[in-house]
């Protein structure tokens, strides 16, 4: 009992501190990021003093999804709410500017308007919400703004979470303040997660039972990309190395060469993330010793080595004829690449130690024994040639891949179930 009443009193005296430490904070983070050099957040549209549509007349859902990653992950789902409910505006908020710079240019022919989410203050998350006036909210993944949460549930608009997930480095800190957090979730009509894991999870800061289901991951749900692309790839066996950065050329190459003396009729993709590094993967190619051809010349496997595909595009789709996949940008503190584009064609993924970009993902594949994420180098060749080796071990890999996107099927369209429910 007295702990519920502290925790009241907590929320309670957020409500009122929080409009103050965001005007002090404010100055900060401008100088911060200034500092830094990274682009300003437009305040005016964080503080919801902005000229918004005229909503007034419409049904509205708002979409939130903070960056990238959340941006990217609402892309099937955005387009089967507009086409299952045609007369609806859609608005979709985003937390930060490249998820925002994402949003407009992924969405501004779908959405009727893309703007910021607004501070957690309680008088602006009214404004915002009074100009907006959603029918129903959904929040992507993870983001419990007491005040903004709490206006919803006052202005009695229905307030999900969808796609919800819990990482390993927040869940400790968010069970020590379970009793507050739970305060901030029974705003929630629902709590929609990715995984037994993560509703187990849910619920144990305080999240209720009977509000918290497992929906699958929208990340999931991806389409395959027809490949008209022809390397003269028959009868041999294909390594692609996709959106290296530098530093990870070396170490592809330097794999190749050994498991090349075991695997004779082994082949190589070397695919840079980016393009202006094209002179420095071709003369690291050419001093290793290997025939190697150019995408753009059309060159193929009959008279080289390895094929650096040196195209805007085509990475996505070339994964379709290739044997096993390295993910680049993973040996280094980029934070990995999207391991789907190549799973989805059943393709077994490598990729180094570094993959925070992409954890959930790798979380759900490493589970299925879908992917490999490894510590090293050593690590790496040797799954690499049980791989190549153990034709028996490389086929339930494959299956692997395709049990866990077909058990990952069905997200999207369990929103659009609820929210035809709830419209």
């Not at 305040?43 to 049904?59: G, N, Q, R, V, Y």
């Not at 927040?170 to 305060?183: D, Q």
């Not at 070397?270 to 420095?280: F, N, Q, S, W």
Request: charged share 25%; glycine share 4%.
């Amino acid at each position: 009992m007295l702990n519920n009443i502290f925790e009241k009193i907590c929320f309670n005296a957020y409500k009122s501190l929080n409009p103050l430490m965001i005007k002090a904070v404010i100055p900060f983070v401008d100088v911060i990021r200034k500092i830094n050099n990274k682009p300003q957040i437009p305040l005016k549209e964080k503080l919801a003093e902005i000229d918004f549509p005229d909503f007034s007349s419409d049904k509205v859902i708002l979409i939130h999804g903070v960056s990238v990653g959340e941006v990217l992950s609402l892309e099937n789902l955005i387009v089967k709410i507009k086409k299952s409910f045609p007369e609806i505006k859609l608005v979709i908020t985003t937390g930060t500017v490249t998820g925002q710079e994402l949003a407009k240019k992924k969405y501004s022919e779908i959405a009727d308007f893309i703007t910021y989410f607004p501070l957690d203050a309680y008088k602006t998350v009214e404004k915002f919400l009074n100009s907006i006036n959603p029918r129903v909210i959904l929040i992507a993944e993870t983001e419990l703004w007491p005040n903004f949460s709490y206006c919803a549930k006052q202005k009695n608009i229905p307030l999900y979470i969808i796609n919800g997930r819990i990482s390993d480095k927040s869940y400790p800190s968010y069970l020590k303040i379970k009793g507050f957090l739970s305060i901030i979730l029974d705003c929630y009509q629902g709590i929609f997660c990715q995984s037994e894991l993560d509703k187990e999870r849910f619920i144990s800061i305080g999240a209720k039972e009977d509000k918290t289901i497992v929906m699958k991951n929208l990340k999931f749900e991806i389409e395959k990309k027809t490949c008209d692309i022809d390397l003269k790839q028959e009868g041999f066996k294909v390594l692609i190395a996709g959106s290296t950065h530098k530093g990870e050329d070396e170490i592809i190459l330097e794999q190749y060469k050994k498991l090349k003396k075991k695997v004779q009729n082994l082949k190589l993709i070397i695919a840079p993330r980016h393009l202006t590094r094209l002179d420095e993967v071709k003369s690291l190619v050419q001093n290793s010793g290997f025939s190697y051809g150019l995408r753009t010349k059309e060159d193929n496997f009959l008279n080289n080595d390895i094929i650096i595909l040196d195209t805007l595009g085509e990475l996505s789709k070339i994964y379709n004829i290739v044997d096993v996949a390295f993910i680049g940008g993973s040996f280094n503190k980029t934070g990995g690449h999207n391991p789907l584009e190549a799973t989805i064609y059943s393709k077994p993924t490598i990729s180094g130690p570094s993959i925070k970009n992409f954890r959930d993902i790798y979380s759900i594949l490493e589970r299925e024994a879908a992917s490999f994420v490894v510590k090293n180098e050593i690590e790496l060749y040797n799954t690499l040639e049980k791989l190549f080796l153990d034709d028996e071990f490389y086929l339930k890999i494959s299956d692997n891949c395709l049990n866990c996107f077909y058990n990952q099927q069905g997200a999207s369209q369990f929103v659009i179930e609820k929210l035809k429910n709830v419209l």
